[in-house]
């Protein structure tokens, strides 16, 4: 294993992930206050700090991988109840925010997902919310899925297939 760089953070991170822009290599980490942090990989800078749900923590952040409008974007999914999808502009390296979803209750998004069809899956507790992009003013769909409370959301086969895992032991597909 080889250290590429250190990164000097100001807050707790609570969650990160790894994502490639074209040519570019980036790592997003996001803070418990809502933050949102763009690391350069190939310079071993920070380009942007941004606060994008305004105090709440962030619990997940997914690259999207599965359609092709969304490409270059992440979803962040946070403990205000809302979901964030994000766009990298490269010629700058910022951000622009692509849509905002609600799940119209007070409940804490535990972890996001991206399906096929434009389709985007946020965890609550024990419930699935189902986004449509283009109708994305509230859920089209809401699913008990979890007794107890769910833990990952995984996407399979390019998006086809959403598997949930949860404390109550059970695989939902």
Known sequence: MHLHGRYELQQNITCMCVMSFTKNKYLVTASEHGDVM???LDTMEKSEDINIHNGHQINDIKECK?????????????SDGSMK?????????????????????????????????????GASRTKLFYWELDRCEKPVKIK????????RLITVDDGLF???????????V
């Not at 599965?66 to 946070?78: A, D």
């Not at 959403?162 to 939902?172: C, F, P, Y």
């Open 162 to 172: 959403l598997l949930s895992v949860g404390k109550d032991g059970k695989l939902g």
């Open 66 to 78: 599965v359609n092709f409008r969304l490409r270059g974007c992440f979803i962040t999914g946070s």
């Open 38 to 40: 763009l690391w350069d």
């Open 144 to 151: 008990n899925s979890h007794t107890m409370p769910i833990y």
């Open 85 to 121: 999808i994000m766009s990298l502009r490269l010629d700058n390296s910022s951000l622009a925010e692509v849509a905002h979803l609600k799940c119209g209750l007070k409940e804490e998004l535990i972890a996001v997902a991206e399906l096929r069809n434009y389709t985007i899956v």
